[in-house]
């Protein structure tokens, strides 16, 4: 279980530097890496980009960045059980959202933001996973 917890904090920490990638690429106005052609420029110039004005990158940032607190929380029994499961079935939804706004909306895909989001979506199965497993749920008994 601790190689299971170990990776989870390292796909947290590899999610913070994605953010801080895309956020880097916005304010230099660099093309950056892409590997779906014009995908990322497309999707990072769309309307979808920004919420209030802010690039969603600074949103990634804050909230990865606060996943990885309540990680590091949930590790040392800091917080209730079901505070990081919750938190990750969050992030899988909004995860959702942003693969469905490329996919519909924009049609475009950004790799590094379909990297971010498939991440969040990992990170969702393994958390609750072991939520699962070690109890936290309750199973239902059928008579």
């Known amino acids: 279980m601790e190689y299971k917890k170990g990776l989870i904090g390292m796909l947290i920490i590899v999610n913070i530097l994605l953010s801080v990638y895309l956020i880097y690429l916005d304010i230099t106005?660099?093309?950056?890496?892409c590997l779906t052609g014009q995908g990322c420029k497309i999707v990072r110039e769309s309307p979808y980009n920004k919420l209030f004005g802010i690039p969603l990158a600074w949103f990634g940032l804050l909230s990865f960045s606060l996943f990885l607190a309540v990680f590091i929380a949930d590790?040392?029994?800091k917080i209730p059980k079901y505070i990081l499961p919750t938190i990750s079935l969050i992030g899988a939804f909004y995860?959702?959202?942003?693969?469905?706004?490329?996919?519909?909306?924009?049609?475009?895909?950004?790799?590094?933001?379909?990297?971010?989001?498939?991440i969040a979506l990992i990170l969702a199965v393994l958390i609750w996973h072991d939520y699962y497993k070690y109890g936290h749920i309750k199973q239902i008994k059928r008579r």
């Open 29 to 33: 106005k660099q093309e950056g890496l």
């Open 75 to 77: 590790y040392y029994k």
């Open 95 to 118: 995860a959702i959202y942003f693969l469905s706004i490329q996919a519909f909306l924009i049609g475009a895909f950004c790799s590094t933001c379909i990297a971010a989001d498939s």
